[in-house]
């Protein structure tokens, strides 16, 4: 089967960036996991109170806190981190196999191509619900630590705010921007890699079916068929004699 060598190409590149985008999805969230020592900022749910605390005499001191009632469910991160391991994965895979099929100059059979093909759409909706439901829930998370702007900094400078907890919050806002980035720019690429999917399938299909017809149209084309080019060119009429 021939190869498209542009279409391969391309195919290879989407694969280099989603190796690098899966991994800047799982990173930064294993590094909030880690600061927040396993516990999820999607979805959690809260509120600031503020404490009378008396540290010197005749001068008491009112704190504000964040009160975390619920932390969000640990599916709600780990969904995301999932999507960014197998994107990686996947693809550092899926280069691999291209670079042999530039080298080796032949290309996937017609059902490896459907899978692909199916493959891709899967993890294109997948990667799409796990950017929602981060781009959601840290929306959430910023509304509970602003109090739903009502405090007087954004979410980007609670980072330096205090909540008094007994997790890391210096640098969420950092990570879980760069996550939910990364992630969308996974989606993004999972949807080229379905398009070259169905156009490499297309191609497939395409050489399968016009392939063997191929040698019989140019052989009809030129009016030579290899039937007729064993036979012996036919003997001309022998001219009747007449006997006086």
């Not at 391309?10 to 880690?34: E, I, M």
Request: proline share 6%; hydrophobic share 40%.
């Amino acid at each position: 089967m021939e190869l498209d060598r542009r279409l391969l190409l391309v195919h290879c590149a989407a694969h280099t960036l989603s190796v690098f985008a899966g991994l800047l999805v799982v990173v930064p969230l294993a590094l909030n996991g880690s600061a927040f020592k396993g516990r999820c900022a999607l979805f959690s749910t809260g509120y600031w109170r503020t404490d009378n605390h008396t540290e010197l005499p005749r001068a008491p001191v009112e704190i504000s806190h964040l009160v975390v009632q619920q932390w969000g469910p640990p599916a709600a991160c780990q969904f995301g981190t999932f999507v960014g391991v197998f994107t990686a994965l996947y693809a550092a895979a899926q280069g691999w196999r291209s670079l042999f099929y530039l080298h080796g100059r032949h290309d996937d059979t017609l059902f490896s191509s459907f899978l692909t093909l199916l493959l891709s759409l899967c993890m294109l909706f997948l990667s799409g619900g796990a950017s929602v439901i981060l781009t959601l829930g840290f929306a959430s998370w910023c509304d509970t630590v602003t109090d739903d702007n009502s405090r007087p900094y954004s979410c980007i400078e609670s980072q330096s705010v205090p909540f008094y907890l007994d997790v890391d919050t210096s640098s969420f806002y950092t990570e879980l921007t760069l996550a939910e980035a990364s992630l969308w720019f996974v989606t993004a690429l999972w949807l080229t890699q379905s398009i070259l999917s169905f156009l490499r399938l297309y191609h497939s299909h395409s050489q399968h079916i016009t392939g063997p017809c191929l040698p019989r149209e140019k052989e009809f084309l030129l009016g030579y068929t290899p039937s007729e080019g064993s036979q012996s060119p036919p003997h001309p009429p022998a001219t009747p004699t007449v006997a006086v």
